[in-house]
């Protein structure tokens, strides 16, 4: 099975020295447009985009688009726009957590890989049969899921014939949740803090129930909180493989370029290596090292005590 990775860019300069490290598995870069685009650090004009696919489309890498904000009523024939003109430029996919690009895609009969990704929705391989109906091809499984239930969806990709794209992040941070409420803006209000000092910076918040803090950003389209921690999957790429998921996103959100380049060797070096137990473990290493000041966690696929955000208990076994 041919393994592959995507990855964000964190800008136009980075996502072509992301092409410049000729990894072999390098399947696509994603990057964001101006507008329509909420978590990703890349926000290109359509200019910079067409760019980027020309130079990839040379090496046979594809370009993704993500498209992750909320789409308003008033906003719709802008996006559509938008969709066109990335079907002219011929983009190879579109990362989407809104329907309302699937309606645009299937009324306008423009044919644009799909690949759904509304964060925590895809939580079983009963809905497969939905998507691949919809011309959704491809998922991105959430990272709340239990190691034996994405296993199990692994094994369940293939329906009537047709299989859909299962991918699974395995670095960077993940998202928790999401408000379109200005929450940090609501708190510096009730505190009597300078809003302007906060606004689009990376904070952390933390209860005081909990040990491990969270990260906050408020941006244009509201408040989002990730994980503290990144994401680990080093050790778990090769039962993935043997259950048919074999896309392995890197998301680079909120992470600088260094952090992009470092963590796509590492997981290119490990593609290359599945069955050296001895170079895995030296990787796993090398991935806190990358990831410093910020800890690595495996989350969910391991343990109760991988589990960062537990409650704080003299007896939490």
Known sequence: MDKKIIITANNYDNAINILNTNSKYLKAIIVG????????????????????????????????????????????????????????IKIDGIIFNDFAINQICYENKIDIKLIYNPKTLVTNYGQFDFYLKNNINSVVLPNELLLNEILEMGDNCQINNKKIEIIKQVSGYSMIMFSRWDLIKNFCEK????????????????????????????????????????????????????????????????????????????YTKLLDNLENLNLINDLIKNEIAINLPDQTSISFLGNKSDLLYLPKEKNNE
């Open 191 to 266: 505190e009597q803090i300078n809003y302007h000092d906060l606004k689009d910076k990376k904070l952390w918040i933390k209860e005081n129930s909990r040990e491990f803090p969270s990260i906050i950003l408020e941006n244009e389209y509201g408040t989002h909180i990730f994980s503290g921690f990144c994401i680990s999957c080093l050790k778990f790429i090769n039962s993935f493989i043997e259950h048919n998921i074999n896309v392995f996103l890197i998301d680079s959100f909120l992470k600088n370029d260094q952090w992009t380049l470092d963590t796509l060797n590492l």
């Open 33 to 88: 447009y101006e507008k329509f685009s909420d978590c990703i650090n890349s926000k290109l004009s359509i200019k910079e985009i067409n760019n980027l696919i020309l130079i990839a489309h040379k090496q046979g890498v594809e370009i993704y688009m993500l498209i992750d904000s909320f789409i308003y009523e008033d906003q719709i024939n802008e996006l559509e726009q938008l969709i066109k003109t990335t079907a002219e």
